[in-house]
């Protein structure tokens, strides 16, 4: 399956959230999650857009819980969506220890703080999620759904809709990575 995604920049947080809220009917799931992201000592991984990713997830009421994630290299160069395959871990500290044993390098680790919200949209399913990342200034919505490749046009199509909707501007989408932002960030 492809995570058909989208993100934009978040100029007025609070209306988004507003708009969110009433779409989904109720609050946000607030969640902190702590992303360290391996590759090889060569960085084929990067070099060909591809992601694997352990995720830390923290809750509200002391909910925690590890996914690891595989992420393949873009299908859709606009949006950049990727083929994803992810599973709950039950032992992270033992996830990262197999994947050093199996040579791959911690190359960046770094904190999101989301609101998560689901709803629909016709027939799909949507996680909408506000994000903040402490190291980088500013707010991003990130609007998903799991499609096909042969009905991927028509899931970014509704998740633009919806971000729209929700009142992102056409020129606030982007492409640009949370790992990026957060390496030049600490270049300085």
Do not use: Q
Not at 137 to 142: K, N
Request: aromatic residues 6%; proline residues 2%; negative net charge.
């Amino acid at each position: 399956m492809i995570e058909a995604e989208r993100k934009a920049v978040v100029r007025e947080p609070v209306r988004v959230r507003a708009a969110l809220e009433e779409r989904s009917g109720g609050e946000g799931l607030s969640e902190v999650y702590r992303d360290t992201y391996y590759d090889t000592p060569g960085r084929e991984l990067e070099r060909d857009g591809r992601e694997l990713r352990v995720r830390m997830v923290r809750g509200g009421g002391g909910r925690r819980r590890t996914v690891l994630t595989y992420k393949g290299s873009a299908v859709d160069a606009a949006t950049g969506s990727k083929p994803e395959t992810e599973t709950v871990v039950d032992d992270s500290e033992a996830m990262h220890g197999v994947l050093r044993a199996l040579g791959y390098e911690a190359v960046i680790e770094f904190e999101k703080r989301c609101l998560n919200y689901r709803f629909g949209s016709g027939v799909w399913e949507l996680l909408a999620t506000l994000v903040e990342v402490p190291e980088v200034a500013g707010s991003w919505l990130e609007v998903e759904t799991m499609a096909t490749e042969e009905r991927l046009d028509e899931a970014l199509a509704v998740v633009r809709d919806v971000m729209l909707a929700l009142g992102v501007g056409d020129g606030d989408f982007t492409t640009e990575l949370y790992t990026d932002a957060v390496a030049a960030a600490r270049r300085g």
